[in-house]
């Protein structure tokens, strides 16, 4: 049985920084592609981010802000967000994708979802 769990939401000042954590488990061969949306209050949810053996994307709205990468440490697929907006106020989904292929051109179309983490921005 396929699980994803994400972690690390809270409240933050505006210019600070959170970590998220997207935990994948139950894939006999382990998760190639992880993706990230968010879905702020009253909006639709919205892409954030994609990583996949190495293959990063991120959108336009948090280039240059936000990151994320593969923490070996823990298995996780991690997403740093620095300078962080009200704006960015949301919460934060994960999610795997199974089927092939499995690259961030495709991510948009995932598998398993996390039943999301909450992100505050306010001073």
């Known amino acids: 049985q396929v699980q994803v769990v994400e972690s690390g939401g809270g409240l933050v000042q505006p210019g600070g920084s959170l970590t998220l954590s997207c935990a994948v488990t139950?894939?006999?061969?382990?998760?190639?592609?992880v993706g990230w949306f968010r879905q702020a209050p009253g909006k639709e949810r919205e892409e954030i981010s994609c990583?996949?053996?190495?293959?990063?994307y991120l959108s336009t709205s948090v280039k240059g802000r936000f990151t994320t990468s593969k923490n070996n440490a823990k298995n996780t697929v991690d997403l740093q967000m620095n300078d962080l907006k009200p704006e960015d106020t949301g919460v934060y989904y994960c999610?795997?994708?199974?089927?092939?292929?499995?690259?961030?051109?495709?991510?948009?179309?995932?598998?398993?979802w996390g039943n999301g983490t909450l992100v505050t921005v306010s001073s």
């Open positions: 139950g894939f006999t061969h382990g998760v190639t592609l």
């Open positions: 990583f996949s053996d190495g293959d990063i």
């Open positions: 999610g795997a994708r199974q089927r092939p292929p499995r690259t961030c051109e495709y991510y948009r179309v995932l598998d398993y």
